[in-house]
């Protein structure tokens, strides 16, 4: 292989694992804290379908919302406090708020507060 190709190799290479990096601390900058309520995504191993997840999540006596285009997530809701810790209690591994959920908006809209606040938005 031509060392230009190697070159153009590698520089994909560090983009895709900086993004990689990036979104996963994205990912785990959204997830809600123990104590949190209210109409969440709960998101399961991979592997889980359908049925398996809709049966763990009603187990934290959620209401059911609504099943989501991923078979290892469903999107439930409940006033309860401590509903994010019940719902990582009967497997899921992240819990979420639920939002336009589209792969976090793919325009960059995570539900993260703002970095800086203090700058204004135009539009």
Sequence with gaps: MAAPHRLALGFVAAVLLLWAGLFGWTLQRAALPPEASGRVVAVYPFGWDTLAVTAAATQTEARLVRQTW???AVEVASDEAGFAARLRD???IAV???????LFTLAGCTGL???FPSLRRFG
Excluded: D, M
């Design 90 to 92: 009967s497997g899921a």
């Design 96 to 102: 979420y708020r639920a939002q336009p959920f589209t």
């Design 113 to 115: 507060p703002p970095v």
């Design 70 to 72: 991923l078979p290892n």
